[in-house]
């Protein structure tokens, strides 16, 4: 078996279930853990649009925050936007979603996703290094912010030097691109990845709780 | 072809100019990467050359080998040599049958010892010897006593290669490679299924100039032959980076010419010269038909899922495995939350009860 034939068969079969058993694990224990009785009569019984209205208005800085982290949010957005068009839209991606989903989409050119993936990487550099740099943000990372970033960073570099035939055979490049995607497959449940997942939900239930209690969010 | 002639005067006598000749052996250079200035070395060596003996086994095969190499377009410089070497014995171009046959084997193997080329194709079963014999022998015997003084050995085939088809899952002969079974010789891999005729006449010429094995890649090929992938020399490339791919066999984008990548084409991963030395007189070779590379020149094709499959899909089982692991993943995330809940009721239960 080649390198490349273990990481298209048992590593992407394995790192997938493990991602898939992992994400449903802490999702369904998250979710139902959250029991905590009221203490006072609820405002509202069902803050259902509270929740959701949060999800939408936390996708915003909070004005008295907003000129100390203008960086960090508007590098957060360019980071996110960049690494969705080059994961969603470059066509083998489509193709593997493909075999997974059993239903495919529209790709974009090679060179637009180039230059997405360069941004994406160029960015996440940057928010590394100034995590790694900045007095505060160096004090509240801990180790599992690290190996996120470098679980992303991999696919990212190895993905580039895929596309371009650079540093060794194609074949080679590709597996190990697929086998750094696999890495962060297995590290996505168990580390900060998670929030990929647990971002809207968190919203929600924040919204809703506040929302009960008659707080505004 | 008289046996001491020179390969020279035959191709002369069988009408080929020198400057015919010349055009070949520049040609001849040219595809083995060698330097400009080596085209007269490749001439006189060439010119100068007696017949070399060529000892050629079928084992487990289709014959595409033999078919590829001598009906493949009419004749050329480069069948021409193909015929003016000594071909001493193979059973598919051979007059002699039987006992005559295997005479002549042994015959050339003796008068040549140490100087001839062995030539295989097919893979040798090695799970029971009785799967292929010829006259009798298993073609693992037949095998390690014709390379036991061979000068060099080439496989030619994916077969002798790799094991090829008869090699695929679930393999019930228990087929090997030449380079399973012979190491002390050097062996040239000329994978294909079949190979490239040019592959094979440019392989001769290297060593009829040299007298030694070309340079090779880490699988045994001619890095002259197979050190750029199909997919790095296809014409279709450009409309693989614009992402511009057929989706059927007869779609728009197929009538098109574009890119196959998504039709499973496997020249991404695959070596070979297809695209670039073309099959019938390079006329087309499987792209250029609007069939996508099955990648027939690397180990295992066969076995590397279905053809139609792209590359990027991935190899992984079945979809059921991760339904299992999402129901065995939200089973335990269930459990393990409603188990948080009863301890902490059971918990604050306590807790009344103390302050009560």
């Known amino acids: 078996m080649t390198l490349l034939d273990f990481a298209r068969g048992p590593a992407l079969q394995w790192s997938m279930i493990i991602l898939v058993a992992g994400v449903l694990w802490r999702l369904g224990g998250t979710i139902l853990i959250n029991a905590k009785k009221d203490l006072s009569k609820a405002r509202k019984e069902h803050a259902v649009a509270d929740g959701l209205k949060t999800i939408a208005t936390r996708s915003l800085p909070a004005h008295q925050f907003e000129k100390n982290i203008r960086f960090q949010h508007f590098s957060g957005y360019a980071w996110h936007i960049a690494l969705f068009v080059s994961v969603l839209f470059f066509a083998p991606h489509i193709l593997f979603f493909e075999s997974v989903l059993g239903f495919g989409w529209p790709s974009l050119p090679n060179s637009i996703i180039l230059i997405t993936a360069a941004i994406a990487l160029a960015i996440l550099f940057a928010l590394l290094i100034r995590r790694a740099t900045h007095p505060v943000q160096r004090i509240i990372s801990n180790a599992d912010d690290y190996i996120s970033i470098l679980v992303v960073i991999a696919p990212l570099i190895t993905g580039i030097l895929a596309f371009a035939h650079l540093g060794a055979r194609y074949e080679t490049l590709l597996a190990v691109h697929l086998l750094s995607v696999e890495a962060l497959f297995v590290w996505f449940p168990f580390g900060k990845l998670m929030h990929t997942a647990l971002t809207f939900p968190s919203r929600y239930q924040a919204g809703s709780s506040y929302g009960r209690k008659g707080v505004r969010a | ?356």
Request: hydrophobic share 40%.
């Open chain 2, 1 to 356: 072809m008289r046996k001491d002639q020179t390969l020279g005067a035959y191709l002369f006598s069988q009408g080929v100019s020198r400057r015919g000749f010349l055009k070949f052996c520049s040609a001849t250079a040219s595809l083995m990467a060698l330097p400009p200035t080596m085209v007269g070395r490749v001439a006189a060596a060439l010119e100068n050359a007696r017949r070399p003996s060529v000892i050629w086994l079928s084992f487990q095969e289709c014959t595409g080998c033999t078919e590829s190499l001598t009906r493949s377009h009419a004749p050329t410089v480069e069948s021409l040599i193909f015929d003016a070497i000594s071909l001493d014995y193979h059973h598919t171009l051979q007059a002699a049958a039987g006992h005559g046959a295997e005479a002549a084997r042994e015959a050339a193997m003796e008068e040549n010892a140490g100087e001839y080329l062995l030539v295989v194709d097919g893979s040798i079963p090695i799970g029971n010897p009785a799967y292929s014999t010829i006259a009798g022998i298993s073609n693992l015997d037949m095998l390690k006593e014709s390379a036991a003084n061979a000068a060099a050995i080439i496989a030619v085939g994916t077969c002798a290669a790799y094991g090829g088809i008869p090699h695929a899952n679930p393999n019930p002969t228990g087929a090997v490679s030449v380079s399973d079974i012979i190491k002390d010789k050097p062996i040239i891999n000329v994978s294909g299924c079949p190979p490239i005729p040019v592959v094979i006449t440019g392989v001769l010429a290297h060593f009829l100039t040299f007298g030694s094995i070309p340079e090779l890649d880490e699988l045994g090929r001619p890095k002259a032959f197979f050190g750029q992938s199909i997919h790095d020399r296809c014409y279709r490339r450009p409309f693989y980076e614009r992402g511009q791919f057929a989706k059927s066999f007869d779609d728009e984008g197929a009538r098109q010419g574009w890119c196959l990548y998504e039709l499973g084409c496997k020249g991404p991963t695959t070596y070979n010269a297809c695209a670039t030395l073309k099959w019938n007189e390079g006329t087309s070779f499987p792209i250029g038909s609007g069939h996508g590379c099955i990648g027939c020149s690397e180990p295992d094709f066969w076995d590397k899922g279905s053809f139609y499959r792209p590359i990027a899909a991935g190899l992984w089982g079945s979809r059921d495995a991760l339904l299992g692991a999402a129901a065995a993943g939200a089973a335990i995330g269930i459990g393990t939350a409603l188990a948080a809940r009863s301890k902490k009721k059971r918990a604050n239960a306590a807790k009344e009860t103390e302050s009560t």
